[in-house]
């Protein structure tokens, strides 16, 4: 079990890099591929530097979804999700308005504080995910 869980998560581990690096090297081409003709320019011109940021985090995305679904196979479901919405609320939001506000990151911050809560829970889920198939 335990194979087939780091299995996983390393294929999705490699995908997650490929997207990472494609959405940050083609920021501006992504952005102008998935923009309508209403999209103001003021828009266009945050968009790419929003990209940037979630971006490194695409990884623990895809590792939160590999633990989370082996968690759920394994007919753990209640503790996963305590801990994936404490750190999507507690961590991401939260800490999202903290840098949103206090240190002045605007959109930025929000963006920062979101993929802290995602890597927060990645982290603790795969904690999990590593000890009940231990």
């Known amino acids: 079990m335990r194979r087939l869980l780091r299995l996983g998560a390393g294929l999705a581990g490699v995908a997650a890099a490929v997207l990472r690096l494609t959405a940050a090297v083609f920021a501006d081409a992504?952005?102008?591929l998935f923009s309508g003709a209403k999209t103001t320019p003021e828009a266009r011109e945050l968009m790419p530097?929003?990209?940037?940021?979630?971006?490194?985090?695409?990884?623990f995305d895809a590792w939160q979804i590999v633990f989370v679904y082996a968690l759920r196979g394994l007919r753990r479901t209640v503790l996963p999700?305590?801990?994936?919405?404490?750190?999507?609320?507690?961590?991401?939001?939260?800490?999202?308005?903290?840098?949103?506000?206090?240190?002045?990151?605007g959109a930025s911050g929000i963006w920062v504080g979101f993929c802290s809560g995602l890597t927060c829970a990645?982290?603790?889920?795969?904690?999990?995910?590593?000890?009940?198939?231990?």
Not at 89 to 102: K, M, N, Q, T
């Open 30 to 32: 992504t952005v102008t």
């Open 122 to 134: 990645a982290g603790l889920l795969g904690i999990m995910a590593i000890r009940t198939t231990g």
């Open 81 to 105: 999700m305590v801990l994936s919405t404490t750190c999507y609320w507690a961590v991401g939001l939260d800490g999202g308005i903290a840098l949103a506000e206090s240190m002045g990151l």
């Open 49 to 59: 530097a929003l990209l940037r940021w979630p971006a490194p985090f695409f990884l």
